[in-house]
């Protein structure tokens, strides 16, 4: 059964860092790219950024309110994504979700299938 | 950015009445876009793919239709279980977008 839990979440000071993991089981983590979204209280849903498959760069993208102060990585090993949030401000309180999507070669992938069931994150003094 | 413009914001119906959301992109996505349904507390569920079809193990009354720049998710029966928020989401390119979201409630 595919599964993605994700942790790391809670309160923490405005400027302050913290670091998300998404843990995945049931699948053949390494060939897939990982997505973050999140969700702010009482609003709808913001792509934060994804890490690609190492097939295809191990690369990363990330939107702009979010760019140059959070980090993707991913450890294949473990079967784990890392979201590192430095410089947390307070419009950063959400809910985090990690999912996961393609592409795969030679396979049509559905793109965000599956997600973790979500970690809050709150940004306050 | 792509902008993803969906209506209505909410709306009001009774089980077993026909159901239908619009999302409208601001530029041709082709049919890279996917219908979630959100319960409060939870994660999103992807219900449609490639803007017509339906994700395994969704119940057949969702559809979802459209290309280009011109979506539709439909419910032909609502049913109690689907009084939710309703996303569309484009994965065309980035930065993904989704939809502002419909609120679907009980008449």
């Known amino acids: 059964e595919v599964q993605l839990v994700e942790s790391g979440g809670g309160l923490v000071k405005p400027g302050r860092s913290l670091r998300l993991s998404c843990t995945a089981s049931g699948f053949t983590f390494g060939d897939y790219a990982i997505t973050w979204f999140r969700q702010a209280p009482g609003k709808g849903l913001e792509w934060v950024g994804f890490i690609r498959s190492k097939t295809y760069g191990g690369t990363t993208e990330y939107a702009a309110s979010v760019k140059g102060r959070f980090t993707m990585s991913r450890d294949d090993s473990r079967s784990i994504a890392f979201l590192q949030m430095n410089s947390l401000k307070t419009e950063d309180t959400a809910v985090y979700y990690c999912t996961r999507e393609g592409p795969i070669r030679g396979i049509v992938v559905v793109n965000f299938d599956y997600w973790g069931q979500g970690t809050l994150v709150t940004v306050s003094s | 950015a792509i902008q993803m413009t969906q209506s209505p914001s909410s709306l009001s119906a009774s089980v077993g009445d026909r159901v239908t959301i619009t999302c409208r992109a601001s530029?041709?996505?082709?049919?890279?876009l996917g219908w979630y349904q959100q319960k409060p507390g939870k994660a999103p569920k992807l219900l449609i793919h490639?803007?017509?079809t339906l994700q395994s193990g969704v119940p057949s009354r969702f559809s979802g239709s459209g290309s280009g720049t011109d979506f539709t998710l439909s419910i032909s029966s609502l049913q109690a279980e689907d009084f939710a928020t309703y996303y569309c989401l484009q994965d065309y390119n980035y930065p993904r977008t989704f939809g502002q979201g419909t609120k679907v409630e009980i008449k």
């Open positions: 530029q041709g996505i082709r049919n890279d």
């Open positions: 490639a803007a017509s």
